[in-house]
């Protein structure tokens, strides 16, 4: 495999060919922030956290960091104004929907004390990384999303979830707004909440 030699914030980092910006970043202790990000599962592209802006022929631009590859002599800022800025933004828009855990602790490093925004506190930011976690590597696809636009939401699936979620529960672990452990709690575990939903369309 080639080697890649591009400059991440100032530093000259070693990549091979295939890896992500986020993934050359990491490797070089540098450290970008994700959201829907985690190493064992194709990159999702979604939360737009990771941020970062990349100049290359004088051209600087924004890209998703977890899903752009590197690319000889590429230059990449991960914490400039434009950067930063944007990455605020969007803790401030998801804020109001999981506004306590890691969400809470992202938004407070980027100065954040609270949001302007409101919204119906789900516990969710539509990661995605449990359907994902579900069907990637449990094969199990107990979760997935449902409706669309400002409807869409991860629910479990009644055909397979009474099956197989209440003896695994990993993807309780790498939900950052929490709404899978805040929705579940052993007695209506898991099909309740698939009824509920039912019930209230
Ligand atoms: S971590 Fe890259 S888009 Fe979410």
Do not use: H
Not at 17 to 41: K, N, S, V
Not at 92 to 101: I, K, Q, V
Request: hydrophobic residues 40%; glycine residues 8%; charged residues 25%.
């Amino acid at each position: 495999m080639e080697s890649i030699r591009l400059e991440i914030d100032g530093k000259f980092v070693e990549a091979q060919e295939g890896m992500t910006i986020l993934q050359a970043a990491r490797g070089a202790g540098i450290d970008i922030p994700t959201l829907c990000y985690d190493e064992r599962l194709a990159p999702y592209g979604a939360c737009r956290l990771c941020t970062v802006e990349i100049t290359e022929d004088n051209r600087t631009r924004l890209v998703a960091s977890c899903v752009y590859l590197v690319e000889e002599g590429l230059v990449v800022e991960t914490n400039s104004e434009r950067v930063n800025k944007i990455r605020k933004m969007l803790l401030e828009l998801l804020l109001p929907l999981a506004p306590t855990g890691p969400l809470e602790s992202l938004a407070r490093k980027y100065g954040l004390e609270g949001s302007r925004f409101t919204a119906e506190q789900t516990s969710c930011v539509l990661c995605g990384l449990c359907v994902r976690y579900c069907a990637e590597i449990k094969k199990a696809n107990a979760i997935g999303f449902i409706g669309r636009g400002i409807d869409r939401e991860v629910a479990f699936l009644p055909e397979v979830a009474p099956k197989v979620c209440a003896s695994c529960r990993e993807c309780f672990a790498i939900c950052p707004g929490g709404k899978l452990a805040s929705e579940t709690d052993g007695v209506r575990f898991p099909i309740s909440i698939w009824q509920s939903k039912q019930e209230l369309r």
